[in-house]
């Protein structure tokens, strides 16, 4: 859960320096007091001014000069290089000096300072202040200290820097920056804000760049982020001062961001019928979302009587009950859900298991044994692979390859008995550790209907072809565990007419922002560290595509196909002992145009996979479509191909994703690449022209027929079908149309309309990222 956090003003906290006003319980000191009556309205602590009035005034003193000459300005001059000198409080300057008062308190630092303001000596002296302010704090031992917003868009590097030099002024403390939410305005004339200036210069106007208003306050923040480096203790307090946009999907990129704070004031909570506050439809709707990253809820003026019923309290009982209504904590709680199963694996970083390489613990099969779902999903494809098989009469042979501790085994068993079906069951595993659970369970469960084979199943040999081949060998991106690989010298065992489950599976990626993920993969400062893939549960991410063409028209859906394997395979080239003599027909690639609807930084591409088992059954973790296929299913978290340097995306640009599957004798692995572009009306770019001309030329490409060719968009009703050139976008699969899967809403109108439009339509690039894992030099996986 959230914690919460009372704000105080210095007049509130003038108000509790007399022990005998207020609801003040004890404590030897006003921010002691203000701590105790906190905490005992069930606050984790208070959040309240550094310095005082008095600080104010002496700064301003000496600071901001009297327009005339005079002996006064020598002599606040005089005063102010003392300062900077050695700069230091009186007593009367600060809130609190004691380490206990500093314990439970989230600093304000003062809030009239002007880091980005345009005169150079206000810009320098609120700096020497900052430092000084962080000094004193970090000498308290203030865990956490909240910085003065920035205001002008123009002066955001100047501020950017001097929060960059605190962070590295003080060594353990958490700065955050406030931010609003939202800017509703897109031009601001400093002039008209009252910023602090001295008599020597007046401030320009600054002007919010961003076109727009929506993301205009995110790239602020975004701009003080990377000239601090992403450094992990610059965090974000988000200010919900500000009304919010009445479309919600803009402020997604906020979820990818570190955000340690929300501000929320009494103000911007309403009245309800009966005169309790509760807050606006939308600012819920953010509330409810964002509390998925568990920030310090700030709240402020809610001892002001501003709504009539319920009093201080029920701001914090009004939010606890927002965020228990939130899905992503309704699903915590839930049993059986894969956020109740994968508690404190969020966002945690995995490297992906190789199961061909190594040799699983008993206690890693444990865990996959709990996933109820995947195994009846098994065996419903198993037991409809039997009651379909044409041969009524002769007993059937089934094969599990890969076997386990035997819990595919298992579904086999009972699916011909279901079926009414006599049948022998081989099993084979090359774990020698899991053969000694499987030979267990030979003797103890199964007996004679099940012949265990020790070995690798590419090179292995069973006494007699098979009627059904059942693995289970998948990865969070389908392939990347070597499924096609061991499957193609499983393939041997099967009849002609034989069935593989799984039938096929699919790979799909989306763009995606998380400045956390980013963090974690540069960690080490390890160039492998950052272009290796890694099994994560998302959470404080956002994706950046769209469902939509684009402007120009080419753009697939938010989460798109890169490619498809099937067993068995049917152009297959085979050797004597019937296994591929090279792996280069596993060898896969795929280009895909994605819509970037708002403004973010790519930092990375979500993988994810989607199996048919047989016919309409189904595996997938595909984030639109899972919950169809395979609810709550728990034995696989998407897949991250991190981005090495983040790749700044304008709203409404384009993202051209290459991703490549390689391999040679030994191994497989990776290698991925992005560009942007950004769709210019009327002009036609290079890129387009040479586009117009591969058009005219393409063939379909050996590893993906669709590559180029005519692919099929479903449109916003399932009868209705776009067709358009493209990348490979929503492909039809035996499940999406056996199962009611809801279509995936496709702008329908922007992709005729950008259609119309592509002739005039060119696409400026505007920045590309590395290659990322060059010939598997990072991360590979061994054959
Ligand atoms: C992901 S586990 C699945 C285990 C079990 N079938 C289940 O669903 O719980 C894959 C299993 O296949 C085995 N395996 C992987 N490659 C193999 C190969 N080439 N030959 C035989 N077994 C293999 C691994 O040792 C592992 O036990």
Redesign the pocket.
């Known amino acids: 859960m959230s914690t919460f956090t009372k704000h105080l003003s210095l007049a509130d906290l003038q108000s509790s320096s007399n022990p005998t006003s207020g609801s003040g319980t004890g404590g030897e000191t006003p921010v002691l007091r203000a701590i105790a009556d906190a905490r005992a309205k069930d606050y984790a602590g208070i959040c309240c001014p550094l310095t005082t009035d008095a600080w104010r005034t002496r700064w301003r003193g000496m600071c901001l000069l009297p327009a005339e000459d005079g002996h006064d300005k020598v002599e606040i001059e005089r005063r102010a290089e003392a300062w900077r000198a050695a700069p230091a409080f009186e007593r009367d300057e600060v809130t609190m000096t004691r380490l206990d008062e500093a314990e439970g308190v989230v600093a304000v630092v003062s809030e009239w300072l002007e880091l980005d303001a345009s005169d150079d000596w206000v810009r320098h002296d609120s700096e020497t202040a900052l430092l000084q302010e962080l000094a004193y704090a970090s000498y308290l031992n203030v865990a956490s200290a909240i910085l003065p917003p920035p205001k002008h868009r123009s002066q955001i590097a100047s501020y950017a820097r001097a929060v960059n030099t605190a962070l590295h002024a003080v060594p353990y403390m958490e700065l955050s920056v406030r931010i609003p939410i939202y800017d509703p305005v897109m031009l601001h004339a400093s002039s008209s804000t009252g910023s602090a200036i001295s008599a020597a210069t007046m401030s320009s106007p600054s002007v919010l760049f961003s076109d727009e208003p929506s993301v205009a306050t995110w790239e602020m923040w975004d701009a003080i982020r990377t000239v601090c480096e992403y450094n992990p203790r610059l965090t974000l307090t988000l200010d919900l001062t500000p009304p919010m946009p009445s479309v919600i999907s803009v402020l997604s990129q906020w979820s990818a961001e570190p955000v340690r704070h929300i501000f929320l004031p009494a103000s911007t909570f309403i009245a309800n019928a009966k005169g309790y506050p509760v807050l606006p439809k939308v600012t819920q709707g953010f509330v409810r979302d964002i509390m998925k990253l568990r920030p310090n809820v700030v709240l402020s003026g809610t001892s002001a009587g501003r709504h009539k019923s319920g009093g201080e309290v029920v701001y914090s009982q009004y939010v606890r009950h927002i965020e228990k209504t939130s899905p992503a904590y309704k699903a915590s709680k839930t049993q059986g859900t894969v956020e109740n199963f994968a508690q404190g694996y969020q966002d945690y970083l995995q490297a992906p298991l190789q199961?061909?390489m190594d040799?699983?613990q008993s206690v890693t099969?444990q865990t996959?044994?709990q996933d109820p779902v995947k195994y009846r999903q098994y065996e419903e494809a198993i037991y409809t692979a039997i009651t379909e098989w044409p041969n009524k009469t002769d007993n059937m042979v089934l094969c599990?390859?890969?076997?386990?501790?035997g819990?595919?085994v298992e579904r086999c068993m009972k699916a011909l008995q279901r079926a009414n079906r006599e049948g022998l069951l081989y099993a084979?595993?090359?774990?020698p550790n899991?053969y000694v659970t499987l030979q267990q369970r030979v003797r103890d469960d199964w007996g004679e209907s099940v012949k265990l084979f020790f070995?690798?199943?590419?090179t292995l040999e069973l006494p007699e072809k098979v009627d059904i081949l059942v693995s289970?060998?998948l990865g969070s991106f389908g392939d990347n565990?070597l499924s096609p690989e061991?499957l193609d010298?499983a393939m041997r065992f099967l009849k002609q007419d034989g069935i593989s489950i799984p039938a096929s599976y699919t790979a799909h990626i989306a763009p995606l922002s998380s400045s956390k993920l980013f963090n974690e993969t540069r960690s080490t400062k390890d160039v492998k560290a950052a272009e290796t893939p890694y099994v994560v549960m998302f959470q404080a991410i956002n994706i950046l595509s769209g469902n939509g063409g684009g402007l120009s028209g080419n753009c697939g859906p938010k989460v798109q196909e890169c490619w498809e394997f099937e067993h068995p395979r049917k152009d297959a080239v085979l050797n004597a002992q019937g296994l591929p003599p090279t792996n280069s027909h596993n060898a896969r690639s795929a280009q895909l145009s994605f819509h970037i609807p708002h403004a973010g930084i790519l930092h990375g591409l979500a993988g994810y996979f989607e199996a048919v088992l047989y016919r309409n059954i189904g595996l997938s973790i595909h984030p639109d479509r899972m919950q169809y296929i395979s609810k709550n299913m728990l034995s696989w978290f998407p897949l991250l191909f991190p981005f090495k340097e983040p790749l700044y995306l304008p709203g409404s640009s384009e993202l051209h994703v290459s991703i490549w599957r390689l391999t040679n004798q030994r191994q497989v692995w990776y290698e991925w690449y992005a560009e942007a572009f950004l769709p210019v009306p009327g002009s036609t770019s290079i890129r387009a022209k040479a586009e117009a001309a591969d058009a005219e030329n393409t063939r379909p490409s050996r590893s993906d027929s669709r590559d180029g060719g005519l692919s099929l968009v479903r449109s916003d009703s399932r009868e209705g079908w776009l067709s358009v050139r493209s990348t490979p976008v929503l492909s039809p699969s035996p499940m999406a149309d056996a199962v009611d899967i809801p279509p995936i809403e496709i702008d329908s109108k922007a992709v005729v309309e950008g259609d119309a439009a592509k002739n005039s339509i060119g696409l400026i690039k505007i920045g590309q990222t590395s290659l990322h894992n060059p010939k598997g030099r990072s991360s590979w996986v061994g054959l």
């Open positions: 199961p061909l040799n699983l099969y996959f044994e599990v390859a890969g076997a386990g501790r819990p595919l084979v595993e090359k774990n899991a070995g690798d199943m590419r289970e060998l565990e061991c010298g």
